[in-house]
């Protein structure tokens, strides 16, 4: 059996889930603290996200991506583009320097070949990511924790988005 660890960077999280060729069987999320010294770089983003997953990391014999290069536009700076191109690349660095092989997935191919997206499309970006975590959710039994807002919290829009890419994966072996 492969094990796969899906990873959805984001600038203040990581979304994660594991499996193998049967399914999505773990996930979870690290969250990327917004208090950064100066002179954090990139690479730093290594050692906060290896030390929460670092079991996940070792079992794995695949890790999957998101593509996000092609990912971004609309409402997004270039600002954020550039650093979660960065990031996915220094993940990607660092997880082919442990062996691993790494796929990339783009964020809507994903959704299609995980078959989640059940021929929906919705109308805007919010409506979307909306509809990921419902989808998600419907799927795997996953209640989200909300804010003291009643609203879903941000870091379990990456949580969702590495479900669909293992997702995603598993759909393709």
């Known amino acids: 059996m492969t094990d796969f660890l899906a990873l959805d960077v984001s600038t203040s ?3 994660w889930a594991t499996g193998d060729e049967n399914g999505v069987e773990n996930h979870g999320y690290s ?8 002179d954090w ?3 730093d983003l290594v050692e906060l996200l290896t030390a929460d997953i670092e079991k996940q990391i070792n079992q794995a014999d695949v890790v999957i991506v998101e593509d996000a290069a092609k990912k971004y536009g609309g409402m997004t700076t270039r600002r954020s583009i550039t650093v979660l191109v960065e990031f996915n690349a220094v993940i990607r660095y660092e997880m082919n320097r442990r062996g691993k092989d790494v796929l990339r997935y783009h ?5 299609k ?3 989640l997206d059940r021929g929906i499309k919705p109308d805007s970006y919010d409506d979307t990511k909306q509809w990921i975590l419902d989808a998600v959710s419907e799927e795997f ?3 989200w924790s909300m804010t003291r807002y009643d609203n879903i919290r941000k ?3 990456d949580e969702a988005d590495a479900i ?9 072996q």
């Open 13 to 15: 999280c990581v979304g």
């Open 31 to 38: 969250r990327i603290g917004k208090e950064k010294p100066d």
């Open 41 to 43: 770089r990139h690479y």
């Open 107 to 111: 964020p809507n191919t994903a959704r």
């Open 113 to 115: 070949q995980s078959r």
């Open 141 to 143: 039994g996953i209640e």
């Open 155 to 157: 870091q379990h829009e």
């Open 164 to 172: 669909v890419l293992g997702s995603a994966y598993v759909e393709q």
